[in-house]
């Protein structure tokens, strides 16, 4: 479940990195529920795992980074730009 943690977490930062890019910034309404659940998958493989807990962390971080970035692109774009 770890894996799959990075694995969102990787998906949810590509797409923040498009959404990034100029009159694509609309990316973002799709991009941060698609992290929000990255998000929540991270936890809890990371609350649920015995040994290491790096894959899922990263993931979590990952995933915080798309929502943040991601707000702040479609505030400053009024989500259309």
């Known amino acids: ?3 799959l943690s990075l694995i ?3 998906l949810a930062f590509c ?3 498009l959404g990034l890019i100029p ?3 609309w990316l973002n309404w799709g991009n941060i529920p698609f992290a929000v659940v ?3 998958i991270g936890i809890v493989a990371t609350v649920s ?3 290491s807990r790096g894959m899922g962390i990263t993931g979590i971080v ?3 980074i798309a929502i943040i970035w991601g707000a702040i692109r ?3 774009g009024c989500g259309f730009i």
């Open 1 to 3: 479940m770890q894996l």
């Open 8 to 10: 969102w977490g990787i």
């Open 15 to 17: 797409g923040m990195f």
């Open 23 to 25: 009159f694509l910034g």
């Open 38 to 40: 990255g998000l929540i």
């Open 49 to 51: 795992a015995r040994g």
């Open 62 to 64: 990952l995933c915080l």
């Open 74 to 76: 479609l505030k400053i």
